[in-house]
């Protein structure tokens, strides 16, 4: 997708709140998937090279920066934002386009 553009999301779960996690995820995927999010990648970094290190990232294709910022903006996303912040300890969302 030459065109498109990435969904990074990089982030350290709170281990006491792993409940919170899993129902964040649980939710938020399929708002990403049903805005034509593609190829949703979970990784654990398992080395840190330069910076902190228990680090999680998640990466996901769309079509646009636009569809993207859709699903953040919308009402269900903000709903879900107080479980998002309960569950992880840090959480970094960008989009990352082709330079």
């Known amino acids: 997708m030459s065109d498109g ?8 779960p709170n281990p006491e709140e ?3 996690v899993q ?9 990403l998937t049903a805005a034509g999010g593609k190829s ?10 330069a910076g902190s290190s228990s680090l ?6 769309f079509a646009s920066a636009d ?5 953040f903006e919308s009402d269900e996303y903000q709903a ?13 969302i960008v989009i990352a386009e082709d330079m």
């Open 56 to 61: 999680n990232c998640f990466t996901m294709e």
């Open 80 to 92: 879900l934002i107080p479980t998002r912040d309960k569950g992880f300890a840090q959480m970094n």
């Open 23 to 31: 129902s964040y995820v649980s939710q938020v995927l399929p708002m």
């Open 40 to 49: 949703p990648r979970r990784m654990k970094i398992t080395e840190t090279l």
């Open 67 to 71: 569809a993207v910022k859709a699903v």
């Open 18 to 20: 792993l409940e919170a």
């Open 5 to 12: 553009v990435m969904l990074i999301a990089i982030s350290t």
